[in-house]
């Protein structure tokens, strides 16, 4: 099971170093492309550094995919062997993905509404409510 595929449940357990950022910020786009709201996206780290980095990579990494066609191209051939795999697999019909174009512009333009926080600020947050 791979992990950036939005379709799919799944648990990413890795050392530091070992490309969690990369993995999540691909997750998180694919989600976008498989209709999921940027704001409803609840992603959290455990420092304020990592959140940081985290908001800067998906933007970063939108921005790309919004520029580069080479890099949308292989982005629409990953989003669409996924929804075919999962559709297969599942006989759910979902719609189909979002372009590489679609999802960039979709976060590029929810930049300000991002969930991205570290654990002890989502907690604290919730114990004020």
Same mark, same amino acid.
């Given at each position: 099971m791979h992990p950036a595929n939005p379709y799919n449940s799944s648990v990413l357990n890795a050392s530091a170093g070992s490309g969690k950022t990369y993995q999540l910020s691909a997750r998180f786009i694919n989600l976008v492309s498989a209709h999921v709201d940027p704001s409803a996206i609840l992603t959290v780290t455990f420092t304020h550094k990592a959140a940081s980095e985290m908001r800067e990579r998906i933007i970063r990494d %939108? #921005? &790309?995919?919004?520029?580069?066609?080479?890099? /949308?191209?292989?982005?629409?051939?990953?989003?669409?062997? !996924?929804?075919?795999?999962h559709t297969s697999q599942t006989g759910?019909?979902?719609?189909?993905?979002?372009?590489?174009?679609? %999802? #960039? &512009?979709?976060?590029?333009?929810?930049?300000? /509404?991002?969930?991205?926080?570290?654990?002890?600020?989502? !907690?604290?947050?919730?114990?004020n409510r």
């Open positions: %939108a #921005a &790309k995919l919004y520029a580069d066609q080479d890099l /949308s191209d292989a982005f629409d051939k990953r989003m669409q062997d !996924f929804y075919k795999q759910i019909h979902v719609p189909p993905p979002l372009s590489a174009a679609q %999802a #960039a &512009k979709k976060i590029l333009s929810s930049t300000q /509404s991002l969930l991205i926080s570290t654990i002890d600020s989502l !907690f604290f947050e919730w114990v």
